[in-house]
């Protein structure tokens, strides 16, 4: 995606941001969904100002494009990612235990539901990443 599309993406969330914000204040909306308007507020503006600064600071945007296209970079991202779901995954089937003879059945059922999803999703991404290579 060009610079230009993620900038008007940006303004956009920026625009939905301020509107939820808005609408949590003026009481149309409960505090969460205001509360997801200021993250997305946040967010945003974080995110344009890089774009600023990447295109008006030729050193920072070389360090960005050589960051972007690193190998170890990329490897660490993915070793990262991997730890994180494996971690998940026994953080739920854990909570799961812990949860059932405490007399939380539901939350207990939807510990498990929640690992059954991600190993769905696991399951189909690497079949798809399986076929590409």
Known sequence: MSNQKRN????ALLIVGV????AGSL????SFWSGMGDAI???SAVRL???VKYKNDPKYAKYVDISNEDERTQFIADKARSWALRFSIFLFCGL?????????VAESQ????????????????????NRKY
């Open 96 to 104: 799961g235990i812990i949860l059932r003879p405490m007399g939380h």
């Open 110 to 129: 939807m510990c498990f539901y929640a690992v059954c999803g991600m190993e769905v999703i696991y399951l189909s991404c690497r079949a798809v990443v």
């Open 49 to 51: 100002v890089l774009s």
């Open 41 to 43: 507020i946040g967010v």
């Open 8 to 11: 008007i993406l940006y303004i």
């Open 19 to 22: 509107v939820l914000c808005a």
């Open 27 to 30: 009481g149309y909306i409960d």
